[in-house]
């Protein structure tokens, strides 16, 4: 029987043939490349999509090629310095050329050290910057290039969002396209802020280290460098340490890009860093006149373009007479304060609280020291030999009073010890540092509540040469010398006696000092004009009434001319406040400001020419192109006789009148005292051929000044003090007579024209015709012994 034997083998494979394989790759590679190029596309398209939308309406960079920022509008003295600065954004620009490659290379390290090699973008720092954050669970880092700062700062919003990084992006690249490295460099460092008020590294420079950049070291580089992420929080000022740690950060990057060596990095470390505030130049050299250029300009041209815009406004200001202005001011007011004795110490701070204010001082000192004409406050530490004198403390500083200055203080009799006890913290004045003990003089000071204001101005150009409006514009800025409106006093008398000499009357005119009383109907009361010295002089010739400030007399004289040509005499001259129009108005009683009365008394000093007072001479805009030119207003308001005439009777006001103390000038002189009848205000207005100047001394509050404190003996020696200064090393000016003026003799007491060496023989001026040999110039019509006042009627009326 036959069997089916079966062998069992491998299964057969079965092949394909090749040409099926290769159609099974080939439609393999076609799905994947269609796959990726469906993906890619879709990208691209995505991508594009994006971009169109963001790239919408996205600013132009063209505007970047003009660049105008915001910047400083300077004020300049009359000799070029700068005495004010004003703007939104403290920025002063540089070219690039200025700012030393170290500077930059800080900047390059802190926050874009492939600035050079990117194109508006650093992918590798947006990764590197990524993945520190995720690391920290925060952000430590961030992504921008320069370039992408210079387009957030330039043409886009502050804001923190997806889409401005976007467009942020699309025009950092087009940026970096359009305009060179050097160019992006130049607006970053100009533009940037870093802290403290301060926009770009010029700016930083002075108010950090007081320097230009060129001068700033490695380490003030870095420090500064290290500030552009966070100003505040890396303040030098606020937060030292912070700084310093940034500062270290800085100087770590730049060796890491091989910007300087390790060793140039250490020695910047260890290089101690000064920190120099910035003086506020607008409250130091000129305070009340900057501060009023201010205000015109602002209402001239707008706050918008003065803050923005980088003007250059030249003004009139001297700072040297201004300078002598406000020391004339000070001490002043420091004698007038002295007058009237000492009030007592500030505080008396008992022993175990003497090391904490002294440890606060010494802290304070650190950053402002002590120097000349610096008041501070002193502590009493004990007295000097045989307890004459007074040891002080400031800080850490060593003081003494020397008993001559202290003797205004003491009330005759009573020691030192009682008046300054140890512990007493007393207002002081450094004066002088003594070497090599290091010891300071100071003299004792007193604040006083009364203030000043001073206007100077140069009779040939008219412009402003010194103002002071105050006694110290850091606590009250409001100007006294164009704001305030106070009654003049005496000092008003000038204009009515120049309507006088218009209308009749001449310098030997004589009238009758005496009692005068007048009834008021309207108010039911009696008005009775006094003299200062509550005396009567009787026939009295006006340049002596004048010369010798008789109210009676001016009250006489105004009752005779009326009071309508005063009124109009004073408008033509100068003055614009509201006048009232009764015979109060020889007294002074309407309130004027010192700048109208100095105005009103240039026709005096410039044979009849007024000339309005200017403060600016040009102002130029940022590129020197000027604006505007200013002179001053001239207009012929008296004739050249009348006011020469005035100005020679002025001149008796030194010479034998209310001001003679300002004979010790030694120069041809003319002015006039003013004093209120309660002593709130005390006024003197002078000149000589060169200059004008007028002072008041009062009270905001009105308050009287103090016993005596006439203008003769507050405001007087605060002229004379500036004038001094002023005058110091020029030459002696004679004031230009007239033609038509002529000169006589005549008696002191008659009128009477007499020789030059007769008894009691006075040399006036008079206008041609105005006096005649052997004449008597007496007042017009009886003298009355009283008198009606006149109703109140308006200016316009009368």
Request: aromatic residues 8%; contains cysteine.
């Amino acid at each position: 029987m036959k069997q089916d034997v079966r062998t069992s083998a491998p299964p057969r494979t079965v092949r394909r043939p090749p040409r099926a394989r290769r159609r099974t790759l080939s439609a393999f590679f076609l799905v994947l490349a269609l796959t990726l190029i469906l993906g890619v596309s879709a990208s691209a398209l995505t991508l594009f999509l994006v971009f169109r939308h963001f790239s919408r309406d996205l600013p132009s960079i063209d505007s970047l090629r003009r660049y105008e920022p915001k910047t400083v509008t300077y004020f300049y003295a009359d000799d070029g310095r700068v005495i004010g600065e004003f703007s939104q954004e403290y920025r002063i620009v540089v070219p690039l050329g200025r700012i030393p490659p170290q500077v930059v290379k800080a900047f390059l390290a802190a926050e874009d050290h492939h600035f050079f090699t990117h194109q508006g973008i650093d992918l590798e720092g947006v990764v590197r910057a990524l993945w520190k954050n995720l690391w920290a669970g925060r952000i430590v880092q961030g992504g921008s290039t320069i370039t992408q700062q210079v387009t957030r700062t330039f043409l886009l919003s502050p804001e923190k969002s997806f889409a401005r990084k976007i467009r942020e992006a699309i025009l950092a690249y087009r940026l970096d396209s359009h305009l060179t490295k050097e160019q992006i460099l130049f607006l970053y460092l100009n533009q940037i802020y870093l802290g403290h008020g301060a926009y770009g590294v010029e700016a930083a420079a002075q108010v950090y280290f007081g320097a230009h950049v060129e001068q700033l070291t490695l380490a003030q580089a870095a420090l500064i460098a290290g500030l552009t992420q966070a100003p505040s929080r890396y303040s030098p000022y606020a937060h030292p340490e912070q700084a310093r740690q940034r500062q270290e950060y800085t100087l770590r990057q730049m060796v890491e890009a091989g910007f300087i060596t390790e060793a140039e990095a250490a020695r910047a470390l260890a290089e101690k860093i000064v920190l120099k505030d910035r003086a506020d130049l607008n409250q130091t050299l000129a305070p009340y006149f900057t501060e009023h250029v201010r205000r015109m300009l602002e209402q001239r041209y707008g706050a918008q373009r003065l803050y923005n815009d980088g003007l250059r406004v030249y003004t009139t200001v001297d700072v040297e007479a201004q300078q002598a202005a406000q020391e004339a001011v000070a001490c002043g007011l420091r004698d007038l304060s002295r007058r009237h004795g000492y009030r007592g110490p500030l505080d008396l701070l008992a022993r175990a609280e003497m090391p904490d204010f002294l440890a606060k001082q010494t802290a304070a000192l650190a950053r402002h020291p002590l120097e000349n004409g610096l008041t501070t406050q002193a502590v009493v530490t004990g007295y000097g030999p045989n307890g004459r004198g007074l040891l002080l403390r400031v800080g850490s500083a060593e003081g003494f009073i020397s008993p001559a200055d202290l003797a205004w203080a003491l009330p005759q009799g009573k020691p030192v010890d009682q008046v300054f006890p140890q512990g007493a913290v007393v207002s002081a004045r450094a004066s002088k540092q003594n070497p090599p003990s290091g010891q300071w003089d100071f003299t004792l000071e007193q604040e006083t509540a009364a203030q000043a204001a001073l206007l100077c101005i140069d009779l040939e150009r008219g412009e402003v040469k010194a103002m002071v409006g105050g006694r110290d514009f850091r606590q009250s800025q409001f100007n006294r010398a164009v704001q305030a409106r106070r009654q003049p006093g005496s000092a008003f008398k000038p204009i009515i006696y120049t309507a006088a000499m218009d209308h009749g009357f001449t310098p030997s005119s004589i009238i009758i000092d005496s009692p005068l009383t007048f009834y008021d109907s309207v108010h039911m009361r009696r008005w009775s004009p006094q003299n200062y010295d509550d005396a009567f002089l009787g026939p009295t010739m006006l340049h002596m009434a004048l010369a010798k400030s008789r109210n009676v007399v001016t009250v006489k004289l105004l009752q005779r001319i009326g009071l309508r040509p005063v009124l109009e005499y004073a408008r033509r001259m100068g003055i614009t406040s509201p006048l009232s129009p009764n015979l109060s108005l020889a007294l002074g009683t309407s309130a004027v400001t010192l700048e109208e009365l100095v105005t009103a008394y240039t026709p005096l000093a410039r044979l009849g020419e007024k000339i309005e007072p200017i403060f600016v001479t040009r102002v130029e805009d940022r590129y020197g192109r000027v604006l505007e030119r200013m002179t001053p207003q001239r207009e012929q308001v008296i004739s050249p006789e009348t006011a020469y005439v005035m100005l020679s009777m002025m001149r008796g006001v030194v010479q034998y009148g209310t001001a003679t103390q300002l004979q010790a000038l030694g120069r041809p002189l003319a002015g006039k005292t003013g004093t209120t009848d309660d002593l709130a205000d005390a006024w003197f207005v002078g000149f000589t051929p060169e200059i004008l100047t007028g002072v008041w001394v009062g009270n905001d509050d009105m308050k009287r000044l103090g016993d005596r404190e006439t203008g003769s003996r507050a405001a007087v020696p605060i002229f004379q003090d500036f004038m001094s200064a002023m005058l110091k090393n020029q030459p002696v000016r004679e004031f230009r007579i007239p033609a038509g003026v002529t000169f006589a003799f005549v008696n002191e007491h008659t009128g009477a024209v007499v020789g030059e060496n007769a008894p009691g023989a006075v040399r006036l001026c008079f206008k041609e015709g105005g006096v005649r040999p052997g004449a008597i110039e007496r007042e017009a019509g009886p003298e009355p012994a009283q008198g009606r006042a006149p109703s109140a009627r308006s200016e316009k009326e009368l």
